[in-house]
């Protein structure tokens, strides 16, 4: 029997072809098909957008939006009735904030004078402002118990 480096190469790929595997359940060599594979690695590896959707649709200038007040990532959606002079978003207290933790804001209204509350935590770099249909992401940095601006 060859070993490995003495078979032929293939230059496509088909999901039923086969590739050798050591099976440690059975203690041996065994083989599986990449459609196996790929469904092996669909079921183990984890989606890196992991946001839980928030939804709010302020109908007055001067509002405020809590975001959840917990350790989830969060794509918060304004939706508000019209464009307003003012409008504030609270962010989750700083003591239920978790590293790298993120929030993604989307608005669909122009926001003239936009603040972004820490509730604790430190702010670097936040819009004070937001255009029609403008966004922006911040993350959670535990060290220094600072929101950066990174988009």
């Known amino acids: ?20 595997v050591y099976s440690s359940s059975n203690g041996d060599a065994r083989k599986a098909s990449l459609s196996v594979l790929a469904e092996y690695v669909r079921s183990t590896i984890t989606v890196a957008d992991d946001k839980v959707s928030q939804y709010a649709a302020p109908s007055a200038t001067g509002f405020t939006v809590q975001v959840n007040d917990d350790s989830d990532n969060v794509w918060l959606i304004l939706t508000p009735t019209g464009g307003f002079a003012a409008g504030t978003i609270k962010l989750p207290a700083l003591a239920n904030c978790v590293d790298r933790q993120e929030i993604l804001v989307n608005c669909t209204q122009s926001v003239t004078a936009l603040t972004i509350n820490g509730n604790g935590a430190t702010v670097t770099g936040a819009p004070t402002t937001l255009a029609a249909n403008a966004y922006f992401r911040l993350r959670f940095d535990s060290v220094t118990g600072t929101w950066y601006r990174v988009g």
Request: net charge negative.
């Open 1 to 20: 029997m060859p070993s490995i480096n003495q078979l032929n190469a293939v230059d496509t790929l088909t999901a039923g072809d086969l590739l050798p």
